[in-house]
């Protein structure tokens, strides 16, 4: 698991552990072992009393985190429903945002490929004075594939 995670994991246990007990019995004690055995132990999180939660010093991957328990555990179900429909919309207009810019790409793209040609006055007549150029292997390169061969059982 990504080190983010971890850190993420350790924030979350320690607001629950400062939670009251109310919200504790809510939330399942699988949840809560899960938190236990892959948060990172060394990090100790900057927690303060009495602040609001997502107003503590703690990552976007634990408020992100925060948000999902609420959602599953301490939400009613009519909350519960609304927040799934806004994270679907979300979800659809991102969806939406991406395909717009891969689509705009692939227009750039192509419109680059039409407009290669546009400043060649000499569209559609044939390249005169075309010379081909022999590249010359250098010797030493030459030396070392005739080895390789003979090694290889290759006759050269």
């Known amino acids: 698991m990504e080190q983010k995670m971890r850190i993420a994991l350790s924030e979350v246990n320690c607001i ?8 504790l019995t809510k939330i399942p004690n699988k949840f ?14 900057n927690f303060i009393p009495g602040l609001a939660i997502f107003a503590q010093p703690i ?10 328990v609420y959602r599953d555990f301490l939400a009613t179900e009519d909350e ?10 979300i979800l659809n207009e991102m969806n939406r945002n991406t395909s717009n810019q891969v689509s705009t790409q692939n227009e750039n793209i192509n419109t680059n490929n039409i407009d290669f040609f546009k400043d060649n006055k000499t569209k559609g007549e044939p390249i005169k004075n075309l010379q ?10 030459k030396l070392f594939r005739r080895l390789k061969n003979l090694v290889n059982g290759i006759k050269i």
């Open 132 to 141: 081909l150029i022999k590249v010359e292997e250098k010797w030493y390169k």
């Open 80 to 89: 519960r429903e609304v927040l799934i429909q806004k994270e679907k919309k």
């Open 32 to 45: 809560r072992e899960y938190l236990n055995l892959n948060m990172d132990k060394d990090y100790t999180p």
């Open 16 to 23: 629950l552990e400062n939670s009251e007990e109310e919200v």
């Open 59 to 68: 990552s976007m991957e634990a408020k992100e985190l925060l948000k999902l």
